[in-house]
Structure formats: structure tokens, C-alpha cells
């Protein structure tokens, strides 16, 4: 009975996100969703999906950037990429530490200057429960209710313990970032944040890191918008999550695969990730000396 329960249920999220996707003619997509991680092959049969996934990990992101709230913007202030996540009833946010280094170094030069994510303006100083220049990871204090105000959602995860487990090598993960590129000032103080999404691999998968590099003749335009061209520049995107894709027993789902806090053009079209394990519960984080002992 059980069983017959779960296969119904996959079946209806099946038929769910084929219905957000826009597309109901995927012959192979069923095959896909009743295996484990997608590989390569069958992300190039799902890519219908595209639009879906886009739209959850954009569910899970914001933009998190600092500027003078007294003067007219003459350009797209700088920004980075800060997301929100809820291991086991504590809810805080997530950015890379370099991004969070750029505000105060702004600040120290500029004191006047505020930070804000999405709409809502915050004080990061306050909020810190733990940084790492070595992990690039930073954490703050945030309540349900200002995500909700700033119009997102937190990311618990399909896992059932945490850490949740790494990627396996070769199958599916995807992302959604804010590249500073990608958005537009309107009439010196309405800023419109673009977002960079994508469906692909983890090209390698370490004890520390996760790297996805992107195979440029594989790339769909699933969007319809068309593809970034070549050496585009990812910057802002640092602090994104990068998440699994996973399928149980015909249900899809996903967990936090990492961090991104970097994307290196001189290495080619590629995101360097911070695995999530080093993340805690309680939004602490575990340096690399304690956890190399383990």
C-alpha cells in the first residue's frame, strides 16, 4: 500500500512539472525521474524542465548590495548573491565572505553607505553568526518574516540528515545567481536585478570543493532568451546556492549542494563551490583545521 502511495505521489509530481515546464511531449523525462541523480545524458532529455528548476532556485535567492541612500545612482552598485536556508529549525542567510569583505571595506571608506537585500535594508555587522576568510562563507541572522517581506522563500532540503550528501560526479545540479551584468538602473534609483540560471553537472566533486564547468556546445536556451556569449561575466553570481538534484523512489526533490564563491575567467566558463558540509545547523561553520581531524 505504501509503495503503491509513493508511486502515485511520483507520478502526480511528475506530471506537475511537466505541466510548469510547458511541455507534455518528454518522452524520456519518466525514465529519468525513476533513477537516482540525472546524468548528462538525461539532463539533455529534461532540459524542458529548465524553466521549473530556474524558478526554484530563484525562489531561494537575492541580491544583496550596498549603495548611498541619499544620492541618485549613477550606476549599478556592486553586489553579490545572498540565499536562505533552514537546516533544522534555525533559519539565516548565506553569502560568500569576500562579498560581505566588499561591504565593509565600502563602509569603512564611505560610513554613510547602507547594505541592503532585495528591498529590505539591513545591518550585516549586527547580524554575523559566523564568518570564514578561508571557507568564503558567511552567515547572518534573519527571520522568517523579513524573507517573506523581501519576497523568498528559506531552503530546507530534501536530505534527512545534515550535511546533506555531496553530488555524485557527472550528474545533475543547477543554480540561480544575480551577475552584476545582468541588471538594469532606471531613472537613477530603480535597479532591476537580472538573474543567471542554469541546469548542469558537477564536473568534480572533492572533500572541499565542487566544480562545474560549463561545456558551451551542450548549452539550451530553454529560456528562449537567448545564450550568454562567450566569457561572460559571472561576477555577482558568488554566494549562490548550488543545488542537487536528486530523485527518490519517482519523487523529485533537491538539497544544498554548496556555496558558490567564484567563478574564474581565465580558468574558462566555470563555478567554484564550497561544499556544504562545512555549514552547521545553527549557522555556524566548521574551518577546515577541525574538520580535517575528523
Not at 558567511?138 to 532540503?157: M, N, S, Y
Not at 540561480?176 to 536585478?193: E, K, M, N, S, W
Not at 530553454?222 to 562567450?230: A, C, K, M, N
Request: proline fraction near 6%; glycine fraction near 8%.
Amino acid at each position: 500500500m505504501k509503495r503503491t502511495l509513493l508511486q502515485a505521489w511520483g507520478r502526480i509530481r511528475f506530471n506537475a512539472c511537466l505541466r510548469m515546464s510547458r511541455y507534455r511531449a518528454l518522452s524520456k523525462l519518466f525514465e529519468w525521474c525513476q533513477r537516482g541523480q540525472a546524468t548528462r545524458e538525461e539532463i539533455e532529455h529534461a532540459l524542458k524542465l529548465g524553466p521549473a528548476l530556474s524558478n526554484v532556485a530563484a525562489s531561494y535567492i537575492a541580491p544583496i548590495y550596498w549603495l548611498d541612500p541619499h544620492a541618485p545612482l549613477t550606476a549599478v552598485p556592486q553586489n553579490g548573491t545572498i540565499f536562505f536556508l533552514n537546516c533544522s529549525g534555525t533559519t539565516f542567510a548565506v553569502t560568500a565572505d569576500h562579498v560581505y569583505r566588499a561591504y565593509l571595506a565600502k563602509k569603512q571608506a564611505a560610513p554613510h553607505i547602507v547594505c541592503k537585500i532585495g528591498n529590505m535594508t539591513v545591518d550585516p555587522e549586527n547580524r554575523c553568526i559566523d564568518r570564514n576568510e578561508d571557507l568564503d562563507i558567511v552567515t547572518f541572522r534573519i527571520t522568517d518574516d523579513e524573507i517573506h517581506q523581501i519576497g523568498k522563500l528559506a531552503l530546507t532540503g530534501s536530505q534527512q540528515k545534515w550535511p546533506p550528501a555531496p553530488p555524485w560526479p557527472g550528474r545533475g545540479v543547477f543554480f540561480a545567481a544575480y551577475p552584476g551584468v545582468a541588471h538594469i538602473l532606471h531613472d537613477g534609483h530603480i535597479i532591476d536585478f537580472g538573474i543567471y540560471a542554469a541546469n548542469t553537472i558537477a564536473t568534480q566533486v572533492t572533500d572541499e570543493l565542487i566544480t562545474c564547468e560549463f561545456e558551451r556546445e551542450r548549452w539550451v536556451d530553454h529560456l528562449g532568451l537567448g545564450l550568454p556569449e562567450e566569457g561572460y561575466n559571472l561576477s555577482g553570481i558568488s554566494g549562490c546556492p548550488l543545488l542537487t538534484l536528486v530523485d527518490h523512489r519517482g519523487i523529485l526533490s533537491w538539497r544544498l549542494a554548496g556555496v558558490t564563491y567564484g567563478a574564474p575567467r581565465c580558468a574558462g566558463e566555470m563555478i567554484l563551490v564550497r561544499r556544504a558540509d562545512f555549514i552547521r545547523e545553527d549557522g555556524r561553520l566548521t574551518p577546515f583545521s577541525v574538520r580535517q581531524r575528523f
